[in-house]
């Protein structure tokens, strides 16, 4: 299979890579070239712009495409304007930021209500979800993930917990130890773009592992790191009162209350599930992603996650 990657050197797209080339596609990347990756296998590099520079394209026919890199409506229609008739298929790697809220409590589906809004992230990315099913009606994956995690995670989100857990000593673990949570390892949701590609499935689909609970991760996270952390749980208020920021400060920690954004961890899988979406078990993704933030000298990434200062004055306080 001829597959055009978009992207393909930062995270979800350099794994989309790997899987291509393991599943003996024969993998062309459309970037900016500012990122050099070595990848194993041979792959085609072509240079061009999202925002208007895809000359490179004109003439090619590929039998799928996967966009790791398209946020904006102009930047789907841009590309579909390209490539036309001379693509198979079309997937398209959107967000659950897609949704208009996310209310306390409340498992969601793919139906769920999306955002009216064209402004931001999840704003643009609703829009260019429109254009490109527009564009190439019934020629279309829209895959939705969630939290993204795993090696070379530009955001040190979730990799703050393998870490933290590695480091040892007290450790603050946010809100109620079986609240629900849930993330994707990067590897499994990259082999599954692979995979609806080569089946050519169109539809719309959560990005999602299975959910589990904040005390699994962390446990998981502890297994994988080894050492002698202790657990230290603070419930929400306190954390708030605290000023620890949700989602960042501590990740994967979403006040359960919060009125626009208490469910967003609640995702339903059924219908990636069933379109063959399979998952490793979160022990792996987090020794894995130790492995990988140790080898590239602890990466702290992105994320404004709390410094070791802020975590202790916290933990002082605590009755």
Known sequence: MKLLILGGTVFLGRHVVDAALAAGCEVTLLNRGTREVHFAGS?????????????????????????????????????????????????????????ARFPPGCAYDESAPVTPSLEGYGGGKARAEEVIQAALPGRVTVLRPGLIVGPHDPTGRFTYWPLRLARGGRVLAPGRPYRPVQFIDVRDLAAWCVQLAQQRTPGVFHGVGPTGTMAGVLEACQQAAGGDAQLVWCDDAALLRAHVAPWTGLPLWIPEADADFGGMLLASDQRAVLAGLTTRPWVA?????LTWALAAGSPAGSAATLTPEAEAEILAALP
């Open 285 to 289: 993704t987090a020794r894995d992603t």
């Open 43 to 99: 792959i085609e590099k072509l240079r061009g712009d999202r925002d208007g520079d895809l000359g490179a394209l004109q003439g090619r026919r590929f039998d799928a495409v996967v966009d790791c890199s398209g946020y904006t409506p102009a930047q789907l229609q841009c590309t579909a304007d390209v490539l036309g008739d001379q693509v198979g298929h079309y997937v398209f790697v959107s967000t659950i930021s897609v949704y």
